[in-house]
T-cell receptor, first 110, second 115 residues
Framework: GQNIDQPTEMTATEGAIVQINCTYQ??????LFWYQQHAGEAPTFLSY??LDGLEEKGRFSSFLSRSKGYSYLLLKELQMKDSASYLC???????????WGAGTKLIIKP | SAVISQKPSRDICQRGTSLTIQCQVD?????MFWYRQQPGQSLTLIAT?????????ESGFVIDKFPISRPNLTFSTLTVSNMSPEDSSIYLC????????????FGSGTRLTVV
């Protein structure tokens, strides 16, 4: 079967660093996406990993280990606007369909 | 990335009626996807809409309840038919493009409340 596992909710402090973990089991693998979704809004693209290692993009970085079925999203210098849900979404056999986790709700406190 | 205009942004509908949601993409795309998202829940794929062919529905979703049109490569509609309160949800269209590693771009969503 296909399964995505990420924490339901996390809390962090403004200015700090937070790591959101995602483990997945898919039939086949064609890359993994991270999306950000603010309450009441549509998801927006954050990052894409297809090879093992770290991809850095400004304050956000994403890591992938294909052999472990594991990814994480690292957010640095947290800002209040980073309060949102973060969705881990691998691609399995299909090159078109993403498999969506339930998302991690990140709460940033002053 | 593609720009998608989705409307209506929200609606409150009576039980038993139907609502048609429209999505217009600013460029041609092969595949469009329709999702539903209950509050606090994950995205659930309703169907994949390809131009020139019937939509492919996921388990638990049927064409009579969620008819989809895809008349060209830039436009699609999803109708929620014979609505009940259980259909209250956010409905999202999205497209996947090879230029973005087939990552998704989403419309702004339609918040539907059935009373």
């Amino acid at each position: 079967g296909q399964n995505i596992d990420q924490p339901t909710e996390m809390t962090a402090t403004e200015g700090a660093i937070v790591q959101i973990n995602c483990t997945y089991q898919t039939s086949g693998f064609n890359g993994l996406f991270w999306y950000q979704q603010h309450a009441g809004e549509a998801p927006t693209f954050l990052s894409y990993n297809v090879l093992d290692g770290l991809e850095e993009k400004g304050r956000f970085s994403s890591f992938l280990s294909r052999s472990k079925g594991y990814s994480y999203l690292l957010l640095k210098e947290l800002q209040m606007k980073d309060s949102a849900s973060y969705l881990c979404a691998p691609k399995g056999d299909s090159n078109y369909q993403l498999i969506w986790g339930a998302g991690t709700k990140l709460i940033i406190k002053p | 990335s593609a720009v998608i205009s989705q409307k209506p942004s929200r609606d409150i509908c009576q039980r038993g009626t139907s609502l048609t949601i429209q999505c217009q993409v600013d460029s041609q795309v092969t595949m469009m996807f329709w999702y539903r998202q209950q509050p606090g829940q994950s995205l659930t794929l309703i169907a994949t809409a390809n131009q020139g062919s019937e939509a492919t529905y996921e388990s638990g979703f049927v064409i009579d309840k969620f008819p989809i049109s895809r008349p060209n490569l830039t436009f699609s509609t999803l109708t929620v038919s014979n609505m009940s309160p259980e259909d209250s949800s956010i409905y999202l269209c999205s497209v996947a493009r090879s230029t973005s590693n087939y990552g998704y771009t989403f419309g702004s969503g339609t918040r539907l409340t059935v009373v």
